[in-house]
């Protein structure tokens, strides 16, 4: 790596969650701080009602924004003009704080990942600020997953875009004109913090557990799954313990999850609803199976660990999921918004003697290919070399 000037990066987004994509990120930049400190200084810029989560778990400095934290740029309406007025007093407000902490001579970083943090360094951009906005993008990078307003942000402000995933790269690379901006760096999971929940086991086929995490909305696949139990012989259904981890009381999606629950009280098989849960690796850990039906996802953080905790894996090839998983070599790939693959997917886990074959195909293939100290080093790479 080339010697060059210290850079100041800075992280600023609206966070409301503390899911997968903010653990990587709170990951990413404290491994970042702790490796680079002499090429760069990495701190956070955040708005009041952030997770406390997210801040507690941050290792870097932290800058407070006391803004409101709940517009929602979804629900703008006719209201534009008090939408232009939120992103200029919010923009006005990150400026000061760059101008208060940058030294003379320092290179400055923005990094975001949210659309409504574009049209806050949007307007520092209008503002004549000196400094570059990087945007990490987690998504499958469509391009309906962007307005035009976002697009062409990303065309004519952005200096660089990092991918979550090939697949994310190519999507993208069909709107945004200049493709040498956009880079793929993936989503790591710090590996180290698993280790200690880390099992081996073979796959209980007497009473088989499999775990869902995430948000249970429609675009997640919940009710897929639920299908998929009940259309297994009655035999494989009792031998079935379902983990459901997720918000189930989200007045949005009230008439869904009432749909999945009645689908879960046809079942033989155990269902559990556990709410919202910050343990995830240890439910990991304590299942023989995590399944994730989505019909879009980034590069998901739960299937990351739970290949590398040995776990055998079924999911949808949505995003950059191809990338973690090869059918039948490093879990099993079902076809999106279809209950009969995922049924046939189940019945392998109790058929395929091979499953523990699998199960070790996976935790080798993150932990060569997917762990924080490899993604750290892409990223860092992407801002220390700004010509490149």
């Known amino acids: 790596m080339s010697k060059v000037n210290i850079t100041k990066l800075y992280y600023f987004d609206f966070i409301g969650t503390f899911g997968g994509a903010q653990q990587s990120t709170v990951a990413l930049l404290n491994k970042i701080d ?67 902490d940058k030294h003379a001579n320092e290179r400055v970083v923005v990094l975001c990942n949210s659309s409504k943090a574009l049209y806050t360094l949007f307007f520092l951009k209008i503002l004549a600020l000196d400094f570059e906005i990087y945007f990490y993008s987690r998504g499958w990078g469509k391009k309906s997953g962007f307005n035009i307003v976002v697009r062409s942000i990303l065309n004519n402000c952005v200096s660089k875009i990092l991918c979550v995933s090939n697949q994310t790269k190519e999507n993208m690379s069909s709107y945004i004109k200049d493709d040498t901006k956009l880079f793929v760096t993936y989503t790591s999971v710090d590996l180290a913090q698993l280790d200690e929940f880390y099992i081996e086991k073979p796959v209980d086929t007497n ?18 799954l639920l299908e998929a139990i009940n259309q297994l012989d009655v035999n494989y259904q009792k031998r079935i313990e379902l983990l459901i981890a997720g918000i189930d009381d989200s007045p949005e999606v009230l008439n869904y999850v009432n749909e999945c629950k009645v689908i879960a009280q046809e079942t033989f098989s155990k269902v559990s609803w556990l709410g919202w849960r910050n343990d995830i690796p240890e439910l990991i850990s304590a299942v023989d199976v995590v399944c994730l039906p989505s019909y879009s996802e980034g590069l998901p953080r739960i299937i990351q660990e739970s290949m590398y905790m040995g776990k055998l894996v079924i999911s949808t090839p949505v995003g950059g999921v191809p990338s973690l998983i090869e059918d039948g070599v ?51 790479d992407s801002i220390v070399h700004e010509n490149k």
């Open 207 to 224: 009473c088989l557990k499999i775990l869902f995490a995430g948000a249970i909305i429609p675009m997640k696949g919940v009710k897929e």
């Open 34 to 100: 702790e490796k680079y400190q002499s090429l760069i200084k990495t701190s956070v810029i955040y708005v009041a009602g952030t997770n406390n989560q997210f801040i507690e778990n941050l290792k870097i400095p932290l800058h407070r924004i006391d803004m409101n934290n709940s517009f929602n740029i979804f629900k703008v309406g006719n209201k534009k003009f008090q939408a232009i007025l939120y992103f200029m007093s919010c923009g006005f407000k990150v400026k000061e704080i760059i101008k208060k």
């Open 330 to 380: 490093t879990g099993y790939l079902v076809q999106v918004g279809s209950s009969e693959s995922i049924k046939d997917a189940l019945e392998k886990c109790f058929k395929d003697r091979l499953v523990g074959n699998i199960s070790k195909n996976a935790r080798h293939h993150i932990n060569k290919n997917f762990n924080l100290d490899n993604q750290v080093k892409i990223v860092v």
